[in-house]
């Protein structure tokens, strides 16, 4: 439970006052509860007309001197006996049951109040939760990604709060309320019989043991529920991206294999902790019963042998008492065996909230200014424990094109990834102008640059949204200009709502040449001094290329151009050509000069030419 209060501490204080208002409902709720079975020994008495005691009216002043419960029955006593005398047994009895139904109105009413309280914590700290998970997944490194399933995280965000909400805070009401009305109810329960409460209390722990031991189990199968939950979702997300090769390669029968094994495994686990979480309640219920039947025959033992001030009337309402505690007892440990299951899920959802985000800003960041050159100082980098980039030395002036080629792994794309610091190098530096780029803010640094990737990476939203998502505030003139100068406009104008039509789902409502057409468009209006075109051509039919080729070429005018590029002839005009070999740069200089150089770009060249 250690675990179950430090989550409480840090989602709770923004709504304290909310909780403190249901507290205090709480705590009159029980209070109104015990005044409303009080009238039990008064009817009782009425109706077997047990009492013959003549009671004198004692006054309010005298509560201090002779004791404030016994002032309080006295007179209460005084006045049944004075309705008796006045309307009789009967009409007495018609004026307790308006008194009980007043009593009960106003008990409801604030049972009402105290969860209308809560409703503003379990609704608010859920969107916290949520809100917390969406704010950590935007600024964690990519690093952190590498290692996860998206289908997991995705899970995560879904699934495990969800289960966070229907646990844990929709038990946080009942883990006020309940103590409090057990607590309540034991004082007047001591008040009424001390020697028997005394007993009750060490047969209560026995029982609570028993359910706590349960509960323990069900904490680790919920975990594991909750880690299969997520490979069933990173499956369906993998089915989803690549299901037009599923198609291609025949394979529906495969997945569906693999993807049932799985779903049976899930089901085996949730089979097992439904089984253990059903138990809960006829547990609690043969054990309070059981409970109750021991204080019976205690009780009556203590009544037969005249060892306890307490009449068989009194004892009646102590039983009521007790059993009234039963049912909280029960809900106690319902919740305790909800958070236990909800505690899996937040150790999951933890993973995402408490990663450590070693890529941050500065204390005291540096101001950044780009006038002459990027300048990579002895850089070497890797993601596990193999090197990807060793000593890499390169200057990249302003205003100059640099082309970076190489086979597949050679680490040209890392290499580009490490100036926006996607990632952190482990050796050497990387500066602009002279200022280290780890002493600046990240979003000063991204400011600068402008990304085109292989992959045009759209967003389920309209063309005019796509263009304006680094610039939001864009005039539309301005969105208008830069789709001409990518050479979107004419087809954006023969969409059915023009700037306003939405592209779908990863823009899979266009084409290739399309969509990059449209990222080079949103790279274009936020107007960046870097570009970095990660293979923005390679995937493009011939005549799509030439558009987009035409479209960077315009982009690219009097702007510090970052290319890596497989297709060789995209980049014969680049000002530098760095040529990668499994991490090391083993060639550079203009294209004429490594061609005659002769070395392996030259091979690279000749290995492309038909």
Sequence with gaps: MKQFFQTLKRFVPPYKWYVIGNIFFNILSPLLNLLAFSLIIPILRVLFSIDTTVYTFIPWSEMTAQGVMDVVQNNFNYFITRLIESYGPSTTLIILGCYLVGITLIKVSVQYMALYCMIPVRTGIVRDIRNAINNKVLGLNLAFFSDERKGDIIARITGDVNEVENSIVSSLDLLIKNPLMIIISLVAMIIISPRLTLFVLILLPISGYIMGKVGKQLKRSSLEAQNQWGVLISMVEETLSGLRVVKAFRAEPTMTKRFEAHNDHFRDISRRISRRYE????????????????????????????????????????????????????????????????????????????????????????????????????????????????????????????????????????????????????????????????????????????????????????????????????????????????????????????????????????????????????????????????????????????????????????????????????????????????????????????????????????????
């Design 279 to 610: 138990l809960a309640h006829p547990m609690s219920e043969l054990l309070g019963t059981a409970t109750i039947a021991i204080v019976l025959w205690y009780g009556g033992t203590l009544i037969l042998g005249h060892t306890e001030s307490i009449d068989a009337s009194a004892f009646i309402y102590y039983l009521v008492i007790f059993y009234s505690i039963i049912n909280p007892a029960k809900e106690l440990t319902r919740s305790a065996y909800t958070i236990q299951r909800g505690m899996a899920s937040l150790e999951r959802v933890d993973k995402i909230l408490l990663a450590e985000n070693r890529i941050t800003d500065p204390a005291d960041p540096h101001p950044l200014v780009f006038d002459e050159a990027i300048t990579f100082d002895h850089v070497s980098f890797r993601y596990t424990d193999q090197w990807v980039l060793r000593d890499i030395n390169l200057t990249i002036p302003k205003g100059k094109t640099v082309a970076i080629v190489g086979e597949s792994g050679s680490g040209k794309s890392t290499l580009v990834d490490l100036i926006p610091r996607f990632y952190d190098i482990q050796k050497g530096r990387i500066t602009i102008d002279g200022t280290d780029i780890r002493t600046v803010r990240k979003s000063d640094l991204r400011g600068l640059m402008g990304n085109v990737n292989q992959e045009a990476i759209l967003f389920n939203d309209t063309v005019r949204q796509n263009i304006a998502f680094g610039n939001p505030d864009a005039p539309f003139e301005e969105i208008i200009h830069a789709a001409k100068i990518a050479n979107a406009h004419d087809f954006i104008m023969e969409l059915p709502e023009g700037y306003d039509t939405n592209i779908g789902d990863r823009g899979g409502r266009l084409s290739g040449g399309q969509r990059q057409r449209l990222s080079i468009a949103r790279a274009v209006l936020k107007d960046p001094e870097i570009f970095i075109l990660d293979e923005a051509t390679s995937a493009l039919d011939t005549a799509s290329e030439k558009l987009v080729q035409e479209a960077l070429e315009r982009l690219m005018k009097g702007r510090t151009t970052l290319i890596i590029a497989h297709r060789l002839s995209t980049i014969v005009g680049a000002d530098t050509i760095v040529v990668l070999h499994q991490g090391q740069i083993v060639e550079m200089g203009t294209h004429q000069e490594l061609l005659a150089l002769g070395g392996r770009y030259a091979r690279l060249i000749e290995m492309q030419s038909f």
